[in-house]
Nanobody
């Protein structure tokens, strides 16, 4: 029901925008989050946005570089990633949570399949 896209290979310092599309879900009713999992590491929180877009949370590691946003009309959520670093390389997942915003993985109800981001140094 969630499809993440936009990943690929970029050089350090570059920008990339990830997209999350939904089918069968009205994303305006859900808080949305982005998480990532690097090889050999646990999946971690990256960013979240409330259902109305009024609140956002970011992991300290991406604060000031990444921006989460949503387009209600298109039923899409985005993650704009600027000044990418090699340590940002991971599979990025979008997730939907009914109602209130959250930063913990267990709170999310629906998950996309992930999109791979590779950052070369």
């Amino acid at each position: 029901q969630l499809q993440a896209s936009g990943g690929g290979l970029v050089q350090a310092g570059s920008s990339m925008r990830l997209s999350c599309a939904a089918s069968g879900l009205n994303l305006s009713l859900y808080a949305m989050g982005w998480f990532r999992q690097a090889p050999g590491k646990e999946r971690e929180f990256v960013a979240a946005i409330s259902s109305n877009g009024g609140s956002t949370y970011y992991a300290d590691s991406v604060k000031g570089r990444f921006t989460i946003s949503r387009d209600k009309a298109k039923n899409m959520v985005y993650l704009q990633m600027n000044s990418l670093k090699p340590e940002d390389a991971a599979v990025y997942y979008c997730a939907a949570k009914w109602a209130l915003i959250a930063t913990t993985q267990g709170a999310y109800d629906y998950w996309g399949q992930g999109t791979l981001v590779t950052v070369s140094s």
